[in-house]
Nanobody
Framework: VQLQASGGGLVQAGGSLRLSCEAS????????MGWFRRAPGKEREFVAA????????AIADSVKGRFTISRENAKNMVYLQMFGLKPEDTAVYYC???????????????????WGQGTLVTVSS
Protein backbone atom coordinates (compact mmCIF):
# COMPACT_ATOMS: atom_id res chain seq x y z
CA VAL A 1 0.00 0.00 0.00
CA GLN A 2 1.23 3.50 -0.80
CA LEU A 3 0.99 6.08 1.96
CA GLN A 4 0.99 9.86 1.86
CA ALA A 5 1.34 11.79 5.11
CA SER A 6 0.35 15.43 5.38
CA GLY A 7 -0.65 18.10 7.87
CA GLY A 8 2.70 18.99 9.37
CA GLY A 9 3.84 22.55 9.89
CA LEU A 10 5.11 25.13 12.32
CA VAL A 11 3.12 25.63 15.50
CA GLN A 12 3.71 27.33 18.82
CA ALA A 13 4.03 25.35 22.00
CA GLY A 14 0.61 24.45 23.31
CA GLY A 15 -0.87 24.41 19.84
CA SER A 16 -2.55 21.63 17.89
CA LEU A 17 -2.15 19.87 14.58
CA ARG A 18 -3.87 16.99 12.87
CA LEU A 19 -1.76 14.77 10.68
CA SER A 20 -3.41 12.75 7.94
CA CYS A 21 -2.22 9.63 6.17
CA GLU A 22 -3.91 8.72 2.92
CA ALA A 23 -3.51 5.24 1.52
CA SER A 24 -3.79 4.21 -2.09
CA UNK A 25 -3.94 0.70 -3.42
CA UNK A 26 -5.44 -2.11 -1.37
CA UNK A 27 -8.20 -1.24 1.05
CA UNK A 28 -6.80 0.06 4.30
CA UNK A 29 -9.11 -2.19 6.26
CA UNK A 30 -6.64 -5.06 5.83
CA UNK A 31 -3.88 -3.15 7.62
CA UNK A 32 -3.06 -2.08 11.11
CA MET A 33 -1.47 1.36 11.08
CA GLY A 34 1.15 3.19 13.04
CA TRP A 35 2.61 6.64 13.46
CA PHE A 36 6.29 7.07 14.22
CA ARG A 37 8.54 10.09 14.46
CA ARG A 38 12.19 10.91 14.09
CA ALA A 39 13.54 13.92 15.93
CA PRO A 40 16.84 15.48 14.82
CA GLY A 41 19.73 13.27 15.86
CA LYS A 42 17.49 10.55 17.25
CA GLU A 43 16.18 7.18 16.20
CA ARG A 44 12.70 6.71 14.78
CA GLU A 45 10.33 6.11 17.67
CA PHE A 46 6.83 4.79 18.11
CA VAL A 47 4.04 7.31 18.62
CA ALA A 48 0.72 5.53 18.11
CA ALA A 49 -0.89 2.51 16.51
CA UNK A 50 -4.38 1.35 15.66
CA UNK A 51 -5.78 -2.03 14.71
CA UNK A 52 -7.32 -2.58 11.31
CA UNK A 53 -10.83 -2.20 12.65
CA UNK A 54 -9.96 0.76 14.86
CA UNK A 55 -10.99 -0.95 18.09
CA UNK A 56 -7.52 -1.43 19.56
CA UNK A 57 -5.16 1.51 20.00
CA ALA A 58 -1.81 2.20 21.57
CA ILE A 59 -0.18 5.50 22.43
CA ALA A 60 3.40 6.11 23.51
CA ASP A 61 3.79 7.26 27.10
CA SER A 62 5.53 10.44 25.93
CA VAL A 63 2.38 11.65 24.15
CA LYS A 64 -0.37 9.95 26.12
CA GLY A 65 -3.17 12.33 26.97
CA ARG A 66 -2.12 14.72 24.20
CA PHE A 67 -2.22 12.65 21.00
CA THR A 68 -4.98 10.43 19.64
CA ILE A 69 -5.06 8.10 16.64
CA SER A 70 -8.09 7.34 14.54
CA ARG A 71 -8.99 5.96 11.15
CA GLU A 72 -11.69 6.02 8.50
CA ASN A 73 -11.35 2.85 6.46
CA ALA A 74 -14.06 3.92 4.03
CA LYS A 75 -11.87 6.88 3.09
CA ASN A 76 -8.56 5.01 3.36
CA MET A 77 -7.42 7.57 5.92
CA VAL A 78 -5.61 7.49 9.26
CA TYR A 79 -5.19 10.49 11.52
CA LEU A 80 -2.99 11.64 14.35
CA GLN A 81 -4.58 14.43 16.36
CA MET A 82 -2.02 16.30 18.42
CA PHE A 83 -2.87 18.69 21.23
CA GLY A 84 -0.66 20.50 23.72
CA LEU A 85 2.36 20.32 21.46
CA LYS A 86 5.77 20.75 23.03
CA PRO A 87 9.12 21.67 21.47
CA GLU A 88 10.26 18.09 22.10
CA ASP A 89 7.52 16.91 19.72
CA THR A 90 9.46 18.49 16.86
CA ALA A 91 10.18 15.69 14.39
CA VAL A 92 9.39 14.20 11.04
CA TYR A 93 6.25 12.11 11.48
CA TYR A 94 5.73 8.95 9.44
CA CYS A 95 2.70 6.76 8.95
CA UNK A 96 3.19 3.06 8.37
CA UNK A 97 1.09 0.07 7.40
CA UNK A 98 1.19 -3.57 8.36
CA UNK A 99 -0.85 -6.34 6.73
CA UNK A 100 -2.64 -7.77 9.72
CA UNK A 101 -5.02 -10.69 10.19
CA UNK A 102 -4.74 -10.76 13.97
CA UNK A 103 -6.61 -7.57 14.77
CA UNK A 104 -3.65 -6.24 16.74
CA UNK A 105 -0.90 -3.73 16.06
CA UNK A 106 2.86 -3.30 16.43
CA UNK A 107 4.95 -0.78 18.33
CA UNK A 108 8.16 -1.53 16.45
CA UNK A 109 9.62 -0.11 13.26
CA UNK A 110 10.31 -3.61 11.99
CA UNK A 111 6.64 -4.48 12.44
CA UNK A 112 5.63 -2.36 9.44
CA UNK A 113 6.41 -2.92 5.79
CA UNK A 114 4.99 0.14 4.06
CA TRP A 115 5.93 3.71 4.99
CA GLY A 116 4.89 7.17 3.93
CA GLN A 117 7.40 9.88 3.13
CA GLY A 118 6.99 11.81 6.39
CA THR A 119 5.67 15.22 7.30
CA LEU A 120 7.64 17.71 9.38
CA VAL A 121 6.21 19.08 12.61
CA THR A 122 8.07 21.97 14.19
CA VAL A 123 7.00 23.26 17.59
CA SER A 124 8.44 26.59 18.65
CA SER A 125 8.83 27.58 22.29
Amino acid sequence: VQLQASGGGLVQAGGSLRLSCEASGPTLGHYSMGWFRRAPGKEREFVAAISRGGTVKAIADSVKGRFTISRENAKNMVYLQMFGLKPEDTAVYYCAARWDVSGGYSRTVDGYHDWGQGTLVTVSS
